[in-house]
């Protein structure tokens, strides 16, 4: 995630840097203000606080509900600005944060859906007027861009290396003394997910989880439960952060009965034409009533970036899908069609080891000396862990067994944030289980360097099983 790096591999043409033209804030746009007595309210949006998780509902047009998520967590939205930032560049967060502007600006902005542009405009100007800054200014619309792209930021500099320069292939002559190439980067693991129906479960109605797994930095900003509810389209709920517009944790249920989570595969190309990952599983997620449909606005004008494996359930029939995402490669398994990747009948599973040779293919380096002699899928230890698990519990999958797998420490590795499942019963009124910290009771304390790089990093402690729900909390 150091962004500043990103800047000048991308080979943008000269443009001028201005956002799109925005909604006015006009006063009639802004829900009154919160009575003084109830200060976790404006006009008919609410926060609340349960189990370590932070609980907030939103509705109407885009720029009003984008302005009530402003208001309600404005001192947070300014707390996640600071943080990435300082992700971008430990020693000159300011600059950092310059950077990904800049790329933000530059290659997504115009991209992303216009529905979308005035929720981030009306949650920019929220946070602005609840008292949020940074570096002495506004919190605008291009900051709370760059959060709900910092995923694909993130994984910009992987699809790099996945596409040709057009000197692949060749060979120069070089008198020089040989020195040590540039680091590739790191893979490292960030989820584990499942979803089972028909004859896997205990009931033959759909099962559903997912654990998020990324750096502790992240850890005070994966608690966040949103409630949406748009004037056009399903209302849902999801895990996000402060000032998201989509998930970024990717863990969906709508009220069509759509469920919908992922987790990351090895990076695929970036085609610069196509539309953010953020705008396309919105649009999924908001105005999706089945597995067809979430396939399709996920994969249309795909951009390539933050690849993904999709696992999508529809309560209404009972299927499931698995849809492995990459640019131009995809996959998609059905239950409908019987169609099952290693026998398990009922159950598909997750857990950043993508499972079809074109989609590995498509990941694989330019450079052919860094390609790996193979691209056909193994099994590495959390895909073992799951078949076992499956092979032990199919025909009874239930709750238990959801909450047995997230508490696995192979399953929920060290650097595990959280853990969510769902039964049908449940996700039908917009509810999920819920942990928030590490799943397996330890806490995750930070390191002295982390300490260093990061003033406002703390500890992640595990916090009690809960259920959260779409309602308001109950009036005292």
Same mark, same amino acid.
């Given at each position: 995630?150091?962004? &500043? *790096?990103?800047?000048?591999?991308?080979?943008?043409?000269?443009?001028?840097?201005?956002?799109?033209?925005?909604?006015?804030?006009?006063? *009639?746009?802004?829900?009154?203000?919160?009575?003084?007595?109830?200060?976790?309210?404006?006009?008919?949006?609410?926060?609340?606080?349960?189990?370590?998780?932070?609980? /907030?509902?939103?509705?109407?047009?885009? @720029?009003?509900?984008? @302005?009530?998520?402003?208001?309600?967590?404005?001192?947070?939205?300014?707390?996640?600005?600071?943080?990435?930032?300082?992700?971008?560049?430990?020693?000159?967060?300011?600059?950092?944060? $310059?950077?990904?502007?800049?790329?933000?600006?530059?290659?997504?902005?115009? $991209?992303?859906?216009?529905?979308?542009?005035?929720?981030?405009?009306?949650?920019?100007?929220?946070?602005?007027?609840?008292?949020? %800054?940074?570096?002495?200014?506004?919190?605008?619309?291009?900051?709370?861009?760059?959060?709900?792209?910092?995923?694909?930021?993130?994984?910009?500099?992987?699809?790099?290396?996945?596409?040709?320069?057009?000197?692949?292939?060749?060979?120069?002559?070089?008198?020089?003394?040989?020195?040590?190439?540039?680091?590739?980067?790191?893979?490292?693991?960030?989820? %584990? +997910?499942?979803?089972?129906?028909?004859?896997?479960?205990?009931?033959?109605?759909?099962?559903?989880?997912?654990?998020?797994? *990324?750096?502790?930095?992240?850890?005070?900003?994966?608690?966040?439960?949103?409630?949406?509810?748009?004037?056009?389209?399903?209302?849902?709920?999801?895990?996000?952060?402060?000032?998201?517009?989509? #998930?970024?944790?990717?863990?969906?249920?709508?009220?069509?009965?759509?469920?919908?989570?992922?987790?990351?595969?090895?990076?695929?190309?970036?085609? *610069?034409?196509?539309?953010?990952?953020? %705008?396309?599983?919105?649009?999924?997620?908001?105005?999706?009533?089945?597995?067809?449909?979430?396939?399709? +606005?996920?994969?249309?004008?795909?951009?390539?970036? @933050?690849?993904?494996?999709? /696992?999508?359930?529809?309560?209404?029939?009972?299927?499931?899908?698995?849809?492995?995402?990459?640019? $131009?490669?995809?996959?998609? !398994?059905? #239950?409908?069609?019987?169609?099952?990747?290693?026998?398990?009948?009922?159950?598909?599973?997750?857990?950043?080891?993508?499972?079809?040779? +074109?989609?590995?293919?498509?990941? /694989?380096?330019?450079?052919?000396?860094?390609?790996?002699?193979? %691209?056909?899928?193994?099994?590495?230890?959390?895909?073992?862990? !799951?078949?076992?698990? @499956?092979?032990?519990?199919?025909?009874?999958?239930?709750?238990?067994?959801?909450?047995?797998?997230?508490?696995?420490?192979?399953?929920?590795?060290?650097?595990?944030?959280?853990?969510?499942?769902?039964?049908?019963?449940?996700?039908?009124?917009?509810?999920?289980?819920?942990?928030?910290?590490?799943?397996?009771?330890?806490?995750?304390?930070?390191?002295?360097?982390?300490?260093?790089?990061?003033?406002?990093?703390?500890?992640?402690?595990?916090?009690?099983?809960?259920? &959260?729900?779409?309602?308001?909390?109950?009036?005292?």
């Amino acid at each position: 995630m150091r962004w &500043l *790096a990103l800047v000048l591999p991308l080979g943008f043409a000269p443009l001028v840097l201005t956002a799109p033209p925005v909604p006015v804030r006009p006063a *009639a746009d802004a829900p009154a203000p919160a009575p003084a007595a109830d200060p976790n309210r404006y006009g008919p949006a609410y926060r609340y606080t349960q189990d370590g998780w932070v609980v /907030l509902h939103i509705e109407g047009e885009p @720029y009003p509900r984008g @302005y009530q998520h402003g208001r309600l967590l404005a001192k947070e939205i300014a707390a996640y600005v600071r943080m990435l930032a300082t992700e971008c560049s430990p020693k000159a967060p300011a600059d950092g944060w $310059k950077a990904a502007r800049l790329v933000t600006n530059a290659a997504f902005l115009r $991209k992303i859906d216009s529905e979308l542009l005035e929720e981030m405009k009306g949650i920019a100007d929220g946070a602005t007027d609840a008292g949020a %800054s940074y570096e002495g200014r506004d919190i605008d619309l291009l900051d709370v861009a760059v959060l709900n792209v910092q995923m694909e930021l993130a994984s910009l500099e992987s699809a790099l290396h996945t596409m040709p320069t057009g000197l692949e292939g060749k060979t120069f002559p070089r008198p020089g003394r040989p020195r040590a190439p540039a680091p590739r980067p790191k893979k490292v693991d960030h989820c %584990s +997910a499942f979803i089972a129906t028909g004859p896997a479960t205990a009931d033959g109605k759909i099962v559903f989880g997912h654990i998020t797994m *990324a750096g502790l930095t992240a850890g005070p900003f994966v608690n966040y439960w949103i409630d949406v509810a748009p004037h056009k389209g399903r209302r849902f709920v999801m895990q996000a952060f402060p000032g998201g517009v989509w #998930s970024s944790q990717d863990y969906y249920i709508n009220d069509a009965g759509v469920l919908l989570c992922e987790t990351t595969i090895d990076q695929t190309p970036f085609d *610069a034409g196509g539309v953010p990952l953020a %705008s396309r599983t919105r649009k999924a997620i908001q105005y999706a009533e089945g597995i067809d449909a979430v396939v399709k +606005a996920l994969s249309e004008k795909n951009n390539g970036l @933050y690849a993904n494996e999709w /696992l999508v359930g529809d309560l209404k029939t009972n299927e499931i899908a698995m849809f492995e995402l990459g640019t $131009k490669a995809q996959k998609l !398994w059905l #239950s409908s069609k019987d169609q099952w990747f290693g026998g398990t009948k009922g159950f598909y599973w997750g857990c950043n080891n993508a499972k079809d040779r +074109a989609v590995r293919r498509e990941a /694989l380096p330019a450079d052919e000396a860094d390609r790996p002699a193979g %691209s056909e899928w193994e099994p590495d230890e959390r895909d073992k862990e !799951w078949l076992a698990l @499956y092979k032990a519990h199919t025909g009874k999958i239930d709750a238990a067994f959801a909450k047995k797998a997230f508490t696995n420490e192979v399953l929920a590795q060290d650097t595990a944030l959280d853990a969510k499942y769902t039964t049908a019963a449940l996700a039908a009124k917009l509810s999920t289980h819920a942990l928030y910290g590490p799943p397996t009771g330890k806490v995750w304390k930070p390191t002295p360097e982390q300490l260093r790089d990061h003033p406002e990093i703390v500890a992640l402690e595990p916090h009690p099983w809960t259920v &959260l729900t779409a309602d308001a909390p109950a009036k005292k």
